[in-house]
């Protein structure tokens, strides 16, 4: 029965695949960067530069628990923001004075205290973005005075407060936030810097901020509670994403990598943290998710030590410090799986065949400057060879044949043994 028993055989041989691109699927969960931030960029050396990959990519907030929130859509472009131009420059306008209040650690919880809604401006003096909201949001204090708005409008430099910006964990500049009752209320603002977009959006707070107050005050009317009004309080907000899809990449030495950028922010450095799990990784169709019986029968048969399809798949990446990211270096190895066909016969219409890709990886911390956002970096290279392992069955005139040697060498190899012995033994005549 071991004779008719099939083996495996291994044998390396040059790639003849002619495809042109390969499938690359990723799920990955970045535990601290928000999904507004969140793109995905590929480069390779025939030149292609695609910044924010938008197709067949969807992104999930994550909560405290690291476990899906909400659904972030398809990564669609980000939203740009409208700046508003002054005649006047932001010298201009303070020359005789400013309205918006300058805080630091040692008044930011008195200035919270005395004005229970504050909106504040944490920047950076860099910041191309902060420089242009500057007149926008001396204007904007400026109208808030004009039309007795309750509201206090202030800012912080995050370059001489690190602490406070820190504590406040800023992660992008202009960080907008609305605080209640010395609570921030988030998400933070994210929509046009625009004087009157910035009015508006003060007056819808402070109108929703009356009409929870007045439901504080009357909560019931002839007895009976009434329903609080939908307004918006604050809430935690985790900044975690899971980002998952897959894209189509050359043939070519080329990588993918995950980071923070915003088309109307300047990213905190300091403040950009790369940890991420690689929920799973690998190259060309999905195997486990394809269900189909030509799949899940031929997989069945291969060993472990040829199913290196997804090696990542459940691997946490720490970052420990400020500054630094994790890079991963993946060679990928096309191996043909061939459970029954005729020997070189792997083919898609091959119901005994299929294409997979196996891959190894090392994975290095790398070091950023200060002022550089880290990113996450998968760099890929396919290998000129691939792997061919073929199951080998022997037919039943094979079983036959070697039967028949069996019984004739030991035939003929018995002959031998007597045929000596006789001519050892045989008596001698006198």
Known sequence: FAFARPSLSTEIAIDENTEHQIRLNFNITLLDVHCDYVSVDVWDSLGTNKQNVTKNIEKWQLDDDGKRRIFSGRNREQREVKNEEHEETHEELVEGGSDVAILDSSNFKNYLAKNDLAFIDMYAPWCIWCQRLAPTWEKFAKEVKSEGLPIGVAHVNCVEHADLCSEQMVRAFPTLRWYSRGEAVLPDYKMDRTVQALVNFAKRKIDAD??????????????????APRVAQSRPEHPGCQVSGHLMVNRVPGNFHIEAKSKSHNLNAAMTNLTHRINHLSFGEPLYENKSRKTKRILKQVPDDHKQFNPMDGTLYLTKEFHQAHHHYIKVVSTHLNMGGEKGAVTTENYNSMLTYQ??????????????????????????????VQKEQRKWYDYMTSLCAIIGG????????????YKVFKPKKL
Do not use: C
Not at 410 to 420: E, N, S, V
């Open 359 to 388: 891959f190894l990886e090392q994975s290095h911390v790398v070091y950023y400057n200060t002022f550089d956002v880290p990113e996450a970096r998968f760099s890929y290279d396919l290998s000129p060879m691939s792997v061919v």
């Open 410 to 421: 030991t035939f003929t190899t018995l002959g031998l043994i007597d045929a000596t012995l």
């Open 210 to 227: 009356e009409k929870y107050k007045d439901w504080e005050n009357n909560k019931s009317v002839n007895g009976k509670e009434r329903p």
